[in-house]
Nanobody, 121 residues
Framework: QVQLVESGGGLVQPGGSLRLSCAASGSIFMIYGMGWYRQALGKQREWVATVTTSGVTNFADSVKGRFTISRDNAKDTVYLQMNNLKPEDTAVYYC???????????????WGQGTQVTVSS
């Protein structure tokens, strides 16, 4: 059974930083890429960033230059470092990994429970 558990969300002022963590269990961490998605209230879920098993990263244009994604294979954990946060970054952030044949981002892939990030003064 694969489990993804996010942590690190909270309330931060504009311009501040947060680091989200996602701990994975179930012997999948070294096999597949990992991703972060977010969903703001009343909006559709959107992709934020992905990291492959070899460490190649990609980011949505809205977070490029402010967010970084990394993985610690020894700890089965993926991180999302978020800097220069803006009010529009407010959302529930979800960790995601494929569940073959379902790819990253599919409703039927593996998702964590989400962690709330609120950017407000």
């Amino acid at each position: 059974q694969v489990q993804l558990v996010e942590s690190g969300g909270g309330l931060v002022q504009p311009g501040g930083s947060l680091r989200l963590s996602c701990a994975a269990s179930g012997s999948i961490f070294m096999i597949y890429g990992m991703g972060w998605y977010r969903q703001a209230l009343g909006k559709q879920r959107e992709w934020v960033a992905t990291v492959t098993t070899s460490g190649v990263t990609n980011f949505a244009d809205s977070v490029k230059g402010r967010f970084t994604i990394s993985r610690d294979n020894a700890k089965d954990t993926v991180y999302l470092q978020m800097n220069n946060l803006k009010p529009e970054d407010t959302a529930v952030y979800y960790c995601n990994t494929p569940r073959p044949p379902y790819t990253l981002g599919s409703d039927r892939s593996y998702w964590g429970q989400g962690t709330q990030v609120t950017v407000s003064s």
